[in-house]
């Protein structure tokens, strides 16, 4: 698979990785118009608002948030491990949802976020600042760990993955999602329209054009086949679930125009389509007994 590549723009030289987040959090402010107080309450409804409804795929039409992948059902009462809690977001709904939550961030700002949401929701919170590749956590601790659109940015997801079959017990669930390569981003909006005609593949690579046109100092993309290698040594019973954007569907530039094709899009052509040529890969799969 290729490995991460940086940004071209340096950040700080111990991690620059944690710096990039630290001082880029993700609050979906694409057009920098998210002129609220911040740890407001109003702050986070509209953080909320904007991450769930670009996430159409995650539930059926009138239902909860997300709860196509985290149903109820399958959070109550369990321990929980989140890694990349970011703004909070799933961390509200799982604990909302009946987990035994444990959080962690590798940023300050993540962590202060996330606590301070719990504080104005009335929820209880542990939030820790933590890197996952290394993970001081108990072994055998959780029954499941969730990472939304995090261990991709990761240098050694493969370390990650390690220390998540760790921390799981037997037999328990990691769900994540990661981005995926063989989609409409990597192949029609970064080689095709960035890399060919407009001239970027004569002084950079593809995976670079990749990095450099979404978020994080680096980032890596996957394939089934290549999931299945990183996870096959410490887990089974994997499932994947190819997912993408609206905005995917249309490669030109983001701007009133574009977005209101998005909304005018319904989310079954959306997802036809994306089932099989999103930029992002759910993954399901189950801790082995005896895990190395």
């Not at 990039?20 to 109003?42: A, F, G, N, V």
């Not at 542990?126 to 991709?152: K, M, S």
Request: with cysteine; hydrophobic share 40%.
């Amino acid at each position: 698979m290729p490995e991460p590549v940086g940004k071209s723009a340096v950040v700080g030289r111990d991690n620059p990785n944690r710096d990039w987040w630290e001082s880029h959090p993700m609050t979906y402010d694409w057009e920098k118009t998210l002129q609220i107080e911040p740890y407001s309450r109003e702050w986070y409804d509209e953080i909320d608002r904007r991450f769930f409804e670009s996430a159409y795929y995650a539930q059926d039409k009138g239902q909860a948030p997300f709860s196509r992948f985290m149903p109820e059902s399958a959070i109550h009462g369990m321990r929980l491990l989140e890694i990349g809690c970011g703004m909070g977001s799933h961390a509200e709904l799982l604990t909302r949802r009946g987990a035994n939550l444990t959080a962690i961030d590798q940023t300050s700002f993540a962590v202060r976020a996330t606590m301070e949401r719990m504080k104005i929701r009335g929820l209880p919170i542990d939030v820790r600042e933590l890197d996952a590749e290394r993970l001081p956590l108990p072994e055998n601790e959780f029954d499941l760990v969730w990472a939304w659109g995090v261990i991709h940015h990761s240098r050694s997801t493969e370390t990650i993955v390690k220390n998540v079959a760790r921390v799981l017990k037997p037999g328990g669930s990691f769900l994540f999602m990661v981005y995926y390569r063989p989609s409409l981003v990597y192949w029609i909006h970064c080689a095709l329209i960035r890399g060919v005609l407009a001239g970027q593949l004569l002084k950079k690579s593809l995976n670079q054009i990749y990095v450099d046109s979404s978020d994080g100092f680096f980032a890596r993309t996957f394939t089934k086949s290549e999931l299945y290698v990183l996870l096959d040594p410490y887990f089974r019973d994997i499932k994947y679930t190819v997912l993408g954007l609206k905005a995917e569907l249309f490669p030109i530039p983001r701007g009133r125009f574009k977005l209101a094709i998005e909304r005018a899009t319904p989310d079954r052509l959306a997802k036809s389509v994306l089932s099989r040529w999103g930029s992002m890969i759910f993954v399901q799969a189950k801790s082995s007994v005896g895990t190395p």
